[in-house]
């Protein structure tokens, strides 16, 4: 599974931005999906999952209440809707898909991963 994610800039903090991941030639309806994200010098950093059965939605603490993950199966498409956003969000952010009935949290039980797209988010 390919995947792309786009819509990353260079925000001031505060503002939002969203994110959005496709799978050309794919549905992403039987896979769970999510995002990661790697700031420099940083480990990657599970933000956000979601599994269409269950309706199972999981966030990270550190952005719990100001992000929010959704999919529109019918364009499949993933999208990642990022409000205040801090300077600490700034990282590349990948689109990820797991052959999972749940939202994995690690990154090595992530099966396809995107190349990165990048939000800066300056104070």
């Known amino acids: 599974v390919q995947l792309q994610a786009s819509g990353g800039g260079v925000v001031q903090a505060g503002d939002s931005l969203r994110l959005s991941c496709v799978a050309p030639g794919r549905t992403f309806s039987p896979y769970a999906v999510g995002w990661f994200r790697q700031a420099p010098g940083k480990e990657r950093e599970f933000v956000a999952g979601d599994v269409w059965r269950g309706g199972r939605t999981v966030y990270s603490d550190s952005v719990k209440g100001r992000f929010t993950i959704y999919r529109n199966n019918a364009e499949n498409t993933v999208y990642l809707q990022m409000t205040s956003l801090k300077p600490e969000d700034t990282a590349v952010y990948h689109c990820?898909?797991?052959?999972?009935?749940?939202?994995?949290?690690?990154?090595?039980?992530?099966?396809?991963w995107g190349r990165g797209t990048l939000v800066t988010v300056s104070s």
């Open positions: 990820v898909a797991a052959r999972s009935t749940d939202v994995p949290t690690t990154a090595k039980d992530w099966h396809y």
